[in-house]
T-cell receptor, first 113, second 115 residues
Framework: DAMVIQNPRYQVTQFGKPVTLSCSQTLNHNVMYWYQQKSSQAPKLLFHYYDKDFNNEADTPDNFQSRRPNTSFCFLDIRSPGLGDAAMYLC????????????FGPGTRLTVT | AQTVTQSQPEMSVQEAETVTLSCTYDTSENNYYLFWYKQPPSRQMILVIRQEAYKQQNATENRFSVNFQKAAKSFSLKISDSQLGDTAMYFCAFMSTGANSKLTFGKGITLSVRP
């Protein structure tokens, strides 16, 4: 089945130790999104790619970066995780155009010790 | 900037009953899209229903229907014949039609379906 896959599902990292989360999709969608979701809160958009064009939200900390080497893969890099970065990170994809549904992955739960 | 408001943090409904989840939004745009997403506990978020603002007819998907009141900027979700599997967090979301448009989510509502 076509889907959005996130690895790992659970990630534990130490305070200040860089970590990379990955997302892949088999939907051939040209838009990919990264969201941060804290407990019982709405997802917060960090950035998105429209094809290779990178769009950063104004309030996304510099500590967060992203790479999209090809259509299928997208990575979220957290350079120096702090305790406040512990959250669920959701990857989503969509076709072009606002009427297109966003398909979400299962998320990666990041714990910072 | 658009805002989406879900004022009820949680609701509970008896299995087989009907429940309505409220959502209001604010925008100066005339054309846009509205969504309800469902996020079950420890499971991924999925789209429940979508409404185009230019369509007067309310969207329906099986047991799920919306009451879209454009003038009042209201977009409520009605779940008929509630099932235990409907237990989840529900997010109302807005998306404009412009370039690089993105979802603006409400805070969400936790719905519990009681057996």
């Amino acid at each position: 089945d076509a889907m959005v896959i996130q690895n790992p599902r659970y990630q534990v990292t130490q305070f200040g130790k860089p970590v990379t989360l990955s997302c892949s999709q088999t939907l051939n969608h040209n838009v990919m999104y990264w969201y941060q979701q804290k407990s019982s809160q709405a997802p917060k958009l960090l950035f998105h790619y429209y094809d290779k064009d990178f769009n950063n939200e104004a309030d996304t900390p510099d500590n967060f970066q992203s790479r999209r080497p090809n259509t299928s893969f997208c990575f979220l890099d957290i350079r120096s995780p702090g305790l406040g970065d512990a959250a669920m990170y959701l990857c989503a994809t969509s076709g072009s155009g606002p009427s297109y549904e966003q398909y979400f992955g299962p998320g990666t739960r990041l714990t910072v010790t | 900037a658009q805002t989406v408001t879900q004022s009820q943090p949680e609701m509970s409904v008896q299995e087989a009953e009907t429940v309505t989840l409220s959502c209001t939004y604010d925008t100066s745009e005339n054309n846009y899209y509205l969504f309800w997403y469902k996020q079950p506990p420890s499971r991924q978020m999925i789209l429940v229903i979508r409404q185009e603002a230019y369509k007067q007819q309310n969207a329906t998907e099986n047991r799920f229907s919306v009451n879209f009141q454009k003038a009042a900027k209201s977009f409520s979700l009605k779940i008929s014949d509630s099932q235990l599997g409907d237990t989840a967090m529900y997010f109302c979301a807005f998306m404009s039609t412009g370039a690089n448009s993105k979802l603006t989510f409400g805070k969400g509502i936790t719905l519990s379906v009681r057996p």
